[in-house]
């Protein structure tokens, strides 16, 4: 008699149990996953800013961005100066000054208290650039020059002479000052607490003397000049001729 094999029915049934048990499991779990991708999206769309899903991720502004364009002064059109001079110091920094006037005033900063009698205040003005395609390091590389005899006895020890500077002349305390935008230039911009000159811009600095000079100095005595080793290689000061 031949044998025939019959799968045996309640073996059967327990497959179909088991399928029908994976079937659904396998259903469950693909509905986990989808829900899961779904929740994962919306996070991304969560983190993309404005709730656009197609841009760049967020990114924080650069420090100083926001800075005010008008804090340092008004925009000028470029005034009349000496020939220009350019600067390199050792980071690579590039700067070029152009003298632009020079003389007296009891208050030449605004805020200076005034002078002693027979006293009054010496400044000059000179135009600072960046010269290069990317933000320079502000700095105020020029230094106002003066004789020594023109200095009151009372403050004479604190004008200094420097290296490469004729012997008789020296510098008293001083403070430089941006008091104009040349030509619509960008304000200076604060990158990790250091202020930064735009690339290309040009600005009118003022630098004038924290102590008195006698009244009757004659503005035709005053100079600038460029000394600091930072600035020139050769330890001798560079004069800005002014126009």
Not at 76 to 105: C, K, N, Q, W
Not at 112 to 123: C, E, I, K, V, W
Request: glycine letters at 12%; one cysteine or more.
């Amino acid at each position: 008699m031949a044998t025939s094999y019959r799968p045996n029915r309640s073996h059967r049934s327990h497959r179909r149990r088991k399928k029908g048990k994976a079937g659904r499991l396998g259903l469950a779990g693909a509905l986990a996953g989808a829900v899961g991708i779904a929740a994962v999206a919306a996070g991304i769309v969560v983190l993309r800013p404005d709730g656009d899903s197609g841009g760049d991720p967020a990114r924080p502004a650069s420090a100083g961005q926001g800075g005010d364009a008008g804090a340092q002064g008004p925009s000028v059109p470029a005034p009349r100066a000496g020939p220009p001079i350019g600067f390199m110091t050792p980071e690579g920094y590039g700067y070029s000054l152009a003298a632009v006037r020079a003389g007296t005033d009891r208050r030449p900063l605004g805020g200076t208290g005034a002078p002693p009698s027979g006293t009054t205040y010496a400044y000059a003005d000179y135009v600072l650039t960046n010269s290069q395609r990317r933000p320079v390091l502000l700095d105020y590389p020029a230094d106002l020059f003066l004789p020594e005899a023109q200095v009151p006895a009372s403050t004479r020890e604190r004008c200094m002479p420097q290296p490469g500077i004729p012997d008789d002349m020296c510098t008293l305390p001083n403070k430089s000052m941006i008091t104009a935008r040349v030509g619509g230039a960008k304000a200076p911009v604060d990158e990790n607490g250091s202020l930064m000159i735009p690339a290309g811009a040009s600005y009118v600095v003022r630098i004038a003397t924290e102590l008195p000079v006698d009244a009757d100095i004659s503005t035709g005595d005053l100079r600038l000049y460029v000394w600091n080793a930072r600035f020139t290689n050769d330890r001798k000061g560079v004069q800005l001729a002014f126009p």
